[in-house]
């Protein structure tokens, strides 16, 4: 399969998946902006699920400023299904982030 169909078929997938966000009443704009963040770095790793991330890169691009808020908001992201997140604790390497099987259906 050709990278330009990968690409297509996951924008699909990342499109129905915001509506589907949209219309979950425990999520806010913050929550848009650092799944947008995720799907970026997910983007960059090849669509390959895990993928590292660092607390540093995401609240640069999802514009957060708050710690307590990009914790509150990745672990309700693990709460509610949306992703699965498995911190690393560690300063250097990146903490892994897991699509949920078939999220893009």
Not at 80 to 88: A, N, T
């Amino acid at each position: 399969m050709s990278i330009h169909k990968i690409a297509v078929s996951e924008l699909a997938g990342y499109s129905k998946l915001l509506k589907r966000m949209s219309m979950d009443g425990r999520l806010n704009t913050t929550h848009i902006s650092l799944f947008s963040a995720l799907f970026v770095q997910w983007q960059r790793a090849g669509f390959k699920s895990p993928f590292s991330v660092t607390r540093k890169t995401l609240m640069a691009f999802s514009r957060i400023a708050s710690i307590a808020t990009y914790h509150k908001c990745i672990k309700e992201f693990d709460e509610y299904g949306y992703i699965r997140y498995q911190p690393s604790y560690h300063p250097k390497l990146g903490s892994q982030v897991y699509w949920p099987a078939g999220w893009e259906v």
